[in-house]
């Protein structure tokens, strides 16, 4: 049997499916218009559209402006892609104000993140937490692009989709219209709240769920309690925090593994947290490495494995929620391994938080 010559192989992914779907959805009383009518779904073939809240306003994708389509314009998975790295630099900018804050994207997963002085710096790092994953990534950013990182931008090499910032010089924006496959996205302005009704909607078959959208309370060193003997450097609650942000929007199962100012891996959407675990180690060595790392994992540790991988790999310490029946053996090892654990819940609190995601 013959195959088909690559280019008409490929043709599927260039080629748009037409769509009758209505230009008002109502969901209860809440009112959604469509804006872009889309090449196709998740997958070729499948008809697909982007609709807005009718209320929806400040930084969210209701107020997204395409600058340049490129050459097959925003994609089903483009979309999801700058939702959630649009959420996580929000988040991450109200607990650092004034930093630079870079989130690369891929299949809705967190590929790399990092803050920084300056954007180019915080890109940069945010590139070598997982330089192959971000092949091909989604790039936002709460800063204004300029002309040397618009340079980095549009190499072949990098194969980047989507840039999706509040901000962009007019030279950026000449440098950006070289690549003709990406697409250039400004958000509304960041000293303004996003607004939408607060709820998150999944269909099922035959239904829809409907739940109040998470929002992380641990944002500081006074957020975690500590349980172990080992007290955390000031270093090792800073990283706590980060990497435990960007763990509750990772695709749980999720465990994340990084510094103060970046991610070093990231283990997502893993039926085991040991699974989760170990991905993330292995990853972060094709960046930064797992030395002297804190790990975040989104919910508690059914048994002492992450602990005792977490050691050997040379993390020093750990962020989690509680609720296991081995809680007590589980921070028995991390003590008799000299880690440092911290706990997501205020001192004097008996709950903890934890950071589920299934998107």
């Known amino acids: 049997m013959t195959s088909k010559p690559l280019s008409e192989a490929r043709r599927q992914y260039s080629t748009k499916v037409k769509e009758e779907f209505p230009d008002v959805l109502m969901v209860g009383e809440t009112k959604f218009i469509k804006k872009i009518s889309m090449r196709y779904g998740e997958n070729p073939g499948y008809p697909a559209a982007f609709y807005v809240e009718a209320e929806a306003s400040g930084p969210n994708m209701a107020t997204m402006e395409v600058l340049q389509e490129g050459t097959r314009g925003l994609s089903y998975i483009n979309v999801a892609d700058m939702d959630l790295g649009q959420r996580l630099v929000l988040k991450l900018s109200s607990i650092y104000p004034g930093e630079a804050i870079a989130v690369l994207i891929k299949h809705e997963m967190p590929s790399g993140v990092a803050r920084a002085k300056t954007g180019l710096e915080a890109f940069i790092r945010a590139w070598g937490c997982d330089p192959l994953s971000n092949f091909g990534s989604v790039n936002v950013f709460n800063f204004e692009v300029k002309e040397e990182l618009a340079s980095l931008l549009i190499e072949s090499s990098r194969n980047i989709e989507v840039v999706y910032a509040p901000a962009f010089t007019p030279e950026a924006l000449t440098i950006l219209a070289n690549r003709k496959t990406l697409r250039v996205c400004r958000m509304a302005p960041m000293d303004e709240p996003a607004r939408d009704n607060g709820l998150e909607f999944k269909r099922v078959a035959g239904g829809l769920l409907v739940q109040k959208r998470f929002e992380s309370k641990i944002t500081s060193p006074e957020s975690v309690d500590v349980v172990s003997r080992r007290k955390p450097t000031q270093d090792e609650l800073e990283a706590a925090i980060f990497n435990w942000i960007v763990a509750s929007f990772t695709r749980s199962n999720a465990v994340v593994i990084g510094q103060k100012d970046k991610v070093h891996g990231i283990g997502s959407g893993q039926r085991s947290r040991i699974d989760a675990a170990e991905n993330a180690i292995r990853l ?36 989690a929620p509680l609720g296991s029946i081995r809680d007590e053996e589980v921070i028995r090892r991390a003590d008799e391994l000299n880690l440092a654990f911290m706990v997501t819940r205020r001192p004097g609190e008996i709950d903890s938080e934890r950071a589920f995601l299934h998107r």
């Open 284 to 319: 972060s060595k094709r960046g930064y490495g797992p030395e002297n790392c804190v790990l975040a994992s989104d919910a508690f540790m059914p048994f002492t494995d992450v602990v005792e991988l977490a050691a050997s790999s040379g993390l020093t310490a750990i962020i």
